[in-house]
């Protein structure tokens, strides 16, 4: 299991980013939330609001989930890594590995 975490320009775009990979089965489900960003862009530091996304899937989905967060983005360069989960709630795993179970795709 591993959380892959994203940035988007609004609560729409998460929205619509999460419900499409939740649809083609290939994050289980995501949190979504306001945050603040700073950080360095085009010669000058920025700050803005934004929504950040935690989406929960399997390892081996991580690079599927890559491809259709930059295909679905705004952004020109969209922050998206992945963290690997050391412990886990078994009844949540199991219900995560059923969710994204190849005989649902």
Known sequence: MIS?????????????IANQ????????CAN??????????RNKVNETGEFAMLMKTK?????KVRERIRA??????PLIMAFDVF?????YF????????EKNN
């Open 94 to 101: 199991n219900w995560m590995k059923e969710e994204l179970d």
């Open 32 to 41: 979504i939330f306001p945050i603040t960003s700073v950080f360095w862009w």
């Open 87 to 91: 412990g886990k709630d078994e009844d």
């Open 21 to 28: 990979l939740v649809k083609e089965r290939l994050i289980a």
């Open 72 to 77: 679905l983005h705004s952004y020109d360069v």
């Open 4 to 16: 892959v975490y994203t940035t988007c320009k609004d609560e729409g775009e998460a929205k619509e």
């Open 59 to 63: 390892k081996g989905n991580f690079e």
